[in-house]
């Protein structure tokens, strides 16, 4: 635990393996262009310099390098922070460094200096190594670190990036709100919602069991897609999406717009009634819980 005012700062958290691989977040980038692309373009008042932070991007740092070049097809002057936890990894990076794009040792509790802000926080294969208690101080943590209206996505990807889970998190005036759940393909694998539970997130992977909302969850999608099965004949893309209307037909607060469908994204979205997870995060406690 460590007080707001007199912030330790040492790197919170832990060390783990550090193993990547080229354009395994390209579809989060992707997804974060269209769902978030307002919030990557802001240059208003303190988002003018406001850095997107991809945290414990692991042994090499292609995948900040690669969304620093994805998400400046939107805002072409994005600062861009890459934070790592091991200083060998953050030596590794350094030559990549430039004008906009820089590497800094540091932990949970973002190594930023007086006056920085931040946008956007992307933090993959990161919290799945760590224990499940240890996520909400963990979001909490990163959380604080962001502008009002900031982002944090955290999730879960395989090793290519083909199935990923992820949680949005976003920043309000005085705390952090849970967004929702985030399910993203490219279809290589087919389709079934089976294929996203070994890459659940952290907060979820042990809760695959009778009682729990995300087992809920996972048991409506799958009665879905058997109710929408005369779609496979059109691909898997047409059929994730006809499963994704059938479960909001039934009454799951997933979106379904078009284009976030077919591209093989299904946001399960929080809401006050959902109970999926504590809705609001916040006031801020005196202490943050990450220690
Ligand atoms: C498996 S790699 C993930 C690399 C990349 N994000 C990806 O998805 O391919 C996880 C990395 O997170 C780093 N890490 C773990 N905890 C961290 C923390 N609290 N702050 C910063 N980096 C952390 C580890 O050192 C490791 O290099």
């Given at each position: 635990?460590?007080?707001?005012?007199?912030?330790?700062?040492?790197?919170?958290?832990?060390?783990?393996?550090?193993?990547?691989?080229?354009?395994?977040?390209?579809?989060?980038?992707?997804?974060?262009?269209?769902?978030?692309?307002?919030?990557?373009?802001?240059?208003?008042?303190?988002?003018?310099?406001?850095?997107?932070?991809?945290?414990?991007?692991?042994?090499?740092?292609?995948?900040?390098?690669?969304?620093?070049?994805?998400?400046?097809?939107?805002?072409?002057?994005?600062?861009?922070?890459?934070?790592?936890?091991?200083?060998?990894?953050?030596?590794?990076?350094?030559?990549?460094?430039?004008?906009?794009?820089?590497?800094?040792?540091?932990?949970?509790?973002?190594?930023?200096?007086?006056?920085?802000?931040?946008?956007?926080?992307?933090?993959?294969?990161?919290?799945?190594?760590?224990?499940?208690?240890?996520?909400?101080?963990?979001?909490?943590?990163?959380?604080?670190?962001?502008?009002?209206?900031?982002?944090?996505?955290?999730?879960?990807?395989?090793?290519?990036?083909?199935?990923?889970v992820?949680?949005?998190?976003?920043?309000?005036?005085?705390?952090?709100?849970?967004?929702?759940?985030?399910f993203?393909?490219?279809?290589?694998?087919?389709?079934?919602?089976?294929l996203f539970q070994?890459v659940?997130?952290?907060?979820?992977?042990?809760?695959?069991?009778?009682?729990?909302?995300?087992?809920?969850?996972?048991?409506?999608?799958?009665?879905?897609?058997?109710?929408?099965?005369?779609?496979?004949?059109?691909?898997?893309?047409?059929?994730?999406?006809?499963?994704?209307?059938?479960?909001?037909?039934?009454?799951?607060?997933?979106?379904?717009?078009?284009?976030?469908?077919?591209?093989?994204?299904?946001?399960?979205?929080?809401?006050?009634?959902?109970?999926?997870?504590?809705?609001?995060?916040?006031?801020?406690?005196?202490?943050?819980?990450?220690?």
């Amino acid at each position: 635990m460590y007080p707001l005012h007199r912030r330790d700062r040492r790197p919170q958290g832990q060390p783990t393996r550090g193993k990547t691989a080229r354009n395994r977040l390209r579809r989060v980038d992707n997804f974060l262009l269209i769902y978030a692309g307002s919030l990557i373009r802001r240059t208003d008042g303190l988002f003018a310099a406001a850095f997107f932070v991809d945290l414990g991007y692991g042994a090499e740092p292609f995948t900040t390098l690669e969304s620093a070049a994805r998400l400046r097809r939107a805002n072409p002057r994005l600062p861009v922070l890459g934070v790592e936890i091991d200083p060998e990894r953050v030596a590794r990076a350094l030559p990549y460094a430039d004008e906009l794009t820089q590497f800094r040792l540091g932990g949970f509790n973002l190594p930023l200096q007086a006056g920085e802000t931040v946008r956007l926080i992307r933090a993959f294969n990161v919290l799945r190594q760590y224990q499940e208690h240890e996520v909400r101080g963990a979001w909490l943590t990163m959380g604080w670190h962001l502008l009002p209206d900031g982002l944090l996505i955290e999730g879960t990807s395989d090793p290519h990036g083909r199935t990923w889970v992820a949680n949005l998190l976003r920043r309000t005036p005085d705390g952090l709100r849970y967004e929702g759940l985030l399910f993203g393909t490219n279809f290589r694998g087919g389709f079934a919602p089976e294929l996203f539970q070994p890459v659940l997130p952290k907060n979820c992977i042990h809760r695959v069991i009778p009682g729990e909302r995300i087992n809920d969850f996972l048991d409506a999608w799958k009665l879905a897609a058997r109710q929408t099965v005369a779609y496979r004949a059109w691909g898997p893309r047409q059929w994730f999406s006809a499963s994704a209307r059938e479960l909001a037909a039934q009454g799951w607060p997933v979106d379904v717009r078009r284009r976030l469908l077919y591209q093989g994204y299904l946001l399960w979205k929080d809401s006050p009634g959902e109970k999926f997870l504590p809705f609001e995060f916040g006031p801020w406690p005196d202490l943050l819980p990450y220690s």
